[in-house]
């Protein structure tokens, strides 16, 4: 099963102030034109980086992958460089391009002010959707009409936070890291 990040598009200025029907209004228009992106390993960029990178809309990095491409070809005329090292340098592009192509597009669309809200599990792109989208329609359903939710959550005020983070401090005083309590781990 492949994981979904969904990111939904910034709100209009004057999204939050108004009527609750309006914001819930215009929470319905932003979810209709969310983003998804899928979290895997990306075959149409490790085979036809420079294409996937435009068709995306990539425009640095494909930049990028250009003056790459440029500096090693320079290299192999000059005789710097082997064939063989070309070659490596190619397939290690196209690798990472593989590897990093959906994040390159998740960093486009936080530039661009999306904000993550959600990450669904499913067999594919079609069911991923549906199931965001149920989930949307249940969140709406459940909602009154003074209980819309803002777009971001509420900041917790300092004292909140503390407790928190010393809640989850281990025996020795340190930050957890990982799934497991300090209680039972490893010596």
Not at 135 to 163: I, K, S, T
């Amino acid at each position: 099963m492949a994981l979904y990040a969904i990111y939904l598009p910034p709100e209009a200025p004057g999204a939050t102030l108004g009527m609750t029907a309006d914001k819930a209004e215009a929470r319905l228009e932003r979810a209709a034109r969310a983003r998804f992106v899928k979290q895997s390993f990306s075959w149409g960029a490790f085979w036809f980086g420079p294409f996937w990178l435009a068709a995306r809309g990539l425009w640095l990095s494909l930049g990028l992958w250009i003056l790459a491409m440029l500096a090693v070809s320079l290299l192999l005329v000059l005789g710097t460089f082997g064939s063989v090292l070309f070659s490596s340098f190619a397939i290690m592009l196209a690798i990472f391009l593989g590897l990093e192509g959906f994040g390159l597009c998740e960093r486009r669309f936080r530039r661009q002010g999306y904000q993550l809200e959600n990450i669904v599990a499913a067999p594919g792109r079609d069911t991923g959707e549906s199931r965001f989208f149920s989930l949307f329609d249940a969140d709406l359903e459940q909602l009154g009409d003074d209980d819309v939710p803002p777009a971001r959550p509420p900041e917790r005020p300092p004292a909140a936070r503390a407790a928190t983070t010393l809640a989850h401090q281990g025996e020795t005083g340190r930050d957890l890291l990982g799934l497991f309590p300090s209680r039972g781990r490893r010596q």
